[in-house]
C-alpha cells in the first residue's frame, strides 16, 4: 500500500487585523473551521510576527494522489469563501 502526504502552504492577507491578537482569533475561526470539515492537521508555519500577513500550512495524508489534490484544493477554496481573509497565494506538494 502506498502513502501520499499533501502539503498546502497558504499565504493570507487579514486586512482587518490591527494587533497580534486580532489576528490569532481570526486564524483560530479559520483553523478549526478548515479541521472540522476537512479533518486535516493546519498551523501558521509563517510570518508569525506579523499583523496583517499569515502562511498556514495544510497537511493531508491518503493513499490516492488525485484524492489528497482534491482535499487541499477544496481547502483553499473553503478558506477563500469564507472572506476573513485575503488568499495572497498558495502551493501545493506530494511526497
Do not use: P
Amino acid at each position: 500500500m502506498s502513502m501520499i502526504v499533501g502539503m498546502c502552504a497558504i499565504e493570507l492577507r487579514l486586512h482587518d487585523a490591527h494587533s497580534l491578537k486580532s489576528k490569532r482569533q481570526v486564524l483560530k475561526s479559520i483553523k478549526s473551521r478548515v479541521r472540522n470539515k476537512f479533518n486535516v492537521a493546519i498551523a501558521e508555519v509563517d510570518d508569525q510576527d506579523i499583523w496583517q500577513r499569515a502562511v498556514l500550512g495544510v497537511a493531508v495524508v491518503s493513499t490516492a494522489h488525485d484524492h489528497a489534490n482534491g482535499i487541499l484544493n477544496k481547502v483553499v477554496n473553503f478558506i477563500e469563501s469564507l472572506y476573513l481573509a485575503e488568499l495572497l497565494d498558495y502551493q501545493i506538494e506530494f511526497w
